[in-house]
């Protein structure tokens, strides 16, 4: 079992810069996948950026690409998503999420709100 929790939301202007970070307790961190996803108001939760265990890959959405960086550090059992150049359609609340093979473990979220 994986217990994560996001911190490092909050409200931000257009063009400013945030940092999320999810912490991991529990299980063998270096085993998962880490991912950041994100839920507007009315839309689906959709994928933002994941990195692999072993840190050789990583992988952001269009819409964000450039503008957010994901990274993560297996001695600190910490996941990071860098954001900057932040827009109003940026404003989400942001899961971590946690996968391995059949195991999947989500956060509880930290709420994003940019203002235009």
């Known amino acids: 079992q994986v217990q994560l929790v996001e911190s490092g939301g909050g409200l931000v202007q257009t063009g400013g810069s945030l940092r999320l970070s999810c912490a991991a307790a529990?299980?063998?961190?270096?085993?998962?996948?880490m991912a950041w996803h994100r839920q507007a108001p009315g839309k689906e939760r959709e994928l933002v950026a994941r990195i692999t265990r072993n840190i050789d890959n990583t992988y952001s959405t269009d819409s964000v690409e450039g503008r957010f960086t994901i990274s993560r550090d297996n001695a600190k059992r910490t996941v990071y998503l860098q954001m900057s150049g932040l827009k109003p359609e940026d404003t989400a609340i942001y899961y971590c999420?946690?996968?391995?093979?059949?195991?999947?473990?989500w956060g509880q979220g930290t709420q994003v709100t940019v203002s235009s």
């Open positions: 529990g299980g063998s961190f270096s085993l998962y996948n």
């Open positions: 999420n946690a996968r391995f093979h059949s195991l999947n473990y």
